[in-house]
């Protein structure tokens, strides 16, 4: 196995397409099975100084972050002709059948076809938080592999869905300007996160309806983060917009040691979540553990509610001992 390591991790640092290709495979995988293959690899690589600028886009369904990407992105390449993007993007699975469309490189068409670009995709495998559980090992390889830049699209905009933050230098929201109360999806969490908010499709918006949304916006970045992350007109189908928001993302790059503090700070979320996630395979196996089963038999036989909670409790010695007389 070392060998076939170190063959792979050669073809990463040399930004092998197709070697890339299969380290994000690896990367994507959630059987525990393959973790010991990962950290080869990993340790293959070595420690990988954080050189990409990582920009995270977040949004509403149809906001058009995929379109907006692609045309950012095509728009940098052209502008850096030594540069090279890789695009990690995320996209819902079935609650049912689990499987996903994987759709988002059909919106990125310039970059899919662009030789100094790579894109991926994952299922999000029903993960919460709006990113797949095994993207923090995705960046890395990236890392490794020297890109200029990473961009991460995510799922899209729940209340709760603001993972991207443990996964990017800058967290960019795209609003659409044509969904009702286009400030109601800013909520205090995701305010909190964001870096900033690209209105997209701006073109489609009177000058009236624009200066509108731009003023609601404003101010409620400004009453909750203090005016600090920006509200920008963008049109991903006219490239309206483009150059002035590389221009604020480039400002807002973190340096050398704030990205080496923020990497730091990712790298514990990501590890308490495998934390989490070993901790409840490993309660699985245990009598612990196979209280779940008993619990949703019980459920099952018509035990109230509420006699089930005390059971939990009790398992896990946390109901309070009976008054003693």
């Known amino acids: 196995m070392e060998t076939r390591v170190s063959a792979l991790a050669k073809k990463v640092r040399s930004r092998d397409r197709v070697g890339l290709a299969q380290a994000l495979?690896?990367?994507?995988?959630?059987?525990?099975?393959?973790?010991?293959?990962?950290?080869?690899?990993l340790q293959a690589l070595g420690s990988v100084p954080p050189t990409a600028y990582r920009i995270g886009f977040t949004g509403p369904p149809g906001a058009g972050k995929s379109t907006l990407i692609d045309?950012?992105?095509?728009?940098?390449?052209?502008?850096?002709?030594?540069?090279?993007?890789?695009?990690?993007?995320?996209?819902?699975?079935?609650?049912?059948?689990?499987?996903?469309?994987?759709?988002?490189?059909?919106?990125?068409?310039?970059?899919?076809?662009?030789?100094?670009?790579?894109?991926?995709?994952?299922?999000?495998?029903?993960?919460?938080?709006?990113?797949?559980?095994?993207?923090?090992?995705?960046?890395?390889?990236?890392?490794?592999?020297?890109?200029?830049?990473?961009?991460?699209?995510?799922?899209?905009?729940?209340?709760?869905?603001?993972?991207?933050?443990?996964?990017?230098?800058?967290?960019?929201?795209?609003?659409?300007?044509?969904?009702?109360?286009?400030?109601?999806?800013?909520?205090?969490?995701?305010?909190?996160?964001?870096d900033g908010v690209a209105l997209n499709k701006a073109d489609t918006l009177s000058p009236t309806d624009l200066n509108r949304l731009l003023f609601q916006f404003e101010t409620a970045l400004h009453f909750l983060r203090g005016g600090e992350p920006f509200v920008l007109p963008v049109s991903a189908l006219t490239g309206e917009g483009l150059a002035l928001l590389w221009e604020k993302l480039e400002a807002r790059r973190p340096t050398p040691a704030q990205q080496a503090t923020l990497r730091q700070e990712q790298t514990r979320y990501w590890l308490l979540r495998y934390w989490q996630e070993a901790l409840e395979r490993w309660l699985d196996q245990t009598p612990q553990g196979q209280l779940r089963s008993q619990l949703l038999h019980h459920l099952q036989q018509g035990k109230p509610f509420w006699a089930l909670l005390q059971d939990i409790a009790q398992a896990f010695g946390l109901y309070p001992p009976a008054p003693t007389s």
Request: glycine fraction near 10%; charge should be negative; charged fraction near 20%.
């Open 71 to 194: 045309a950012l992105g095509a728009y940098l390449l052209e502008r850096f002709p030594e540069a090279h993007l890789a695009i990690l993007t995320v996209d819902p699975s079935s609650w049912r059948s689990g499987g996903s469309l994987l759709a988002d490189q059909t919106r990125m068409r310039r970059l899919a076809a662009h030789p100094r670009a790579f894109l991926r995709t994952f299922a999000s495998g029903g993960h919460l938080g709006g990113l797949h559980p095994r993207l923090y090992e995705a960046l890395t390889f990236c890392e490794a592999a020297n890109f200029t830049w990473i961009f991460i699209e995510s799922v899209g905009t729940g209340q709760s869905e603001i993972e991207l933050r443990y996964a990017c230098d800058f967290f960019l929201y795209v609003a659409l300007p044509h969904g009702g109360d286009e400030v109601q999806g800013l909520k205090r969490g995701l305010m909190e996160a964001l």
């Open 25 to 41: 495979s690896l990367a994507e995988s959630l059987r525990w099975e393959d973790l010991p293959q990962r950290v080869a690899l």
